[in-house]
């Protein structure tokens, strides 16, 4: 082994020392450098309006149109001339109406002879129970006894009820059901009329009153002689099924 030149003289004692100063150097050049901010540089425009006014402008030319002057008013004679009225008028005398005390007034004589006592008939309303004679449905014509008539009537009733009865959809919708009860009355023409409905809901009345009032014109009851109006009541059942 060479000895050295220099044995006293060590290069690599303090070679750590620096190379962290390097180092450290270095880590602040390269933090630095992050650090620095840049902006874009942005030109500004500057639009300039000019506004310029233009005074040459074409005006119209105008024409004075010359109107003639009204004429003046006519003016009033000199001299009013007075004409006298020729013809005598005569003045109509109202009389007076009112009467006083001294005014006599003769007692007016009517005889009993003379008077004319007009009947006034009741239009009474019998019940269908109680009628001598009971409306005649269309098709019971022939039917001999009373009682048979009026059960034909009310057969007849029942059967046009089940034949025309629809029931209504929104009531099908919402299943209202129940029993409605009918009134009206079949007057001396032998025509429905007057009539009365109670139910649980309005869709139902509406139904059965549009029944009642589709039945047939009959032959009216009769009370005494003569056409009666007749009471009937009767209810129907809206049921789903």
């Known amino acids: 082994m060479k000895p050295k030149k220099n044995p006293s003289a060590d290069i690599g004692r303090n070679s750590s020392l620096y ?7 270095v880590l602040f050049v390269i933090w630095q ?23 040459d402008e074409d005006v119209p030319m105008t024409q004075t149109v010359m109107t003639t002057p009204p ?24 009389e007076s109406t009112e009467t006083n005390q001294d005014t006599f007034i ?20 019998v019940p269908f129970a109680v009628i001598e004679n009971a409306p005649i449905f269309p098709g019971c014509e022939t039917c001999p006894t009373e009682e048979e008539r009026r059960s034909c009537f009310n057969q007849k009733v029942q059967e046009h009820i089940r034949q025309n009865l629809i029931y209504p959809e ?22 429905v009329s007057g009539i009365q409905k109670r139910g649980p809901d309005r869709l139902l009345e509406n ?34 099924q």
Do not use: C, H, W
């Open 19 to 25: 190379f962290m100063i390097g180092l450290s150097a």
């Open 71 to 94: 004429p003046p008013p006519p003016k009033a004679p000199a001299v009013i001339e007075i004409i006298e009225d020729v013809e005598d008028i005569e003045e109509t005398l109202i």
């Open 170 to 191: 929104a009531a099908l919708e919402m299943r209202i059901t129940g029993r409605v009860f009918l009134k009206f009355v079949i007057d001396a023409n032998g025509r």
């Open 33 to 55: 450098s992050f650090e620095i901010k840049t902006y874009e540089k942005t030109s500004e425009v500057l639009d300039v309006v000019q506004v310029i006014d233009n005074m």
């Open 106 to 125: 003769e007692d007016a004589i009517v005889r009993v002879d003379d008077v004319v006592v007009e009947e006034e008939e009741e239009e009474i309303i």
């Open 207 to 240: 139904e059965a009153e549009r029944i009642i009032a589709a039945l047939p014109k009959m032959k009216p009851g009769m009370q005494r002689g003569k056409p009666a109006q007749v009471n009937y009541s009767i209810p129907i059942n809206f049921q789903m």
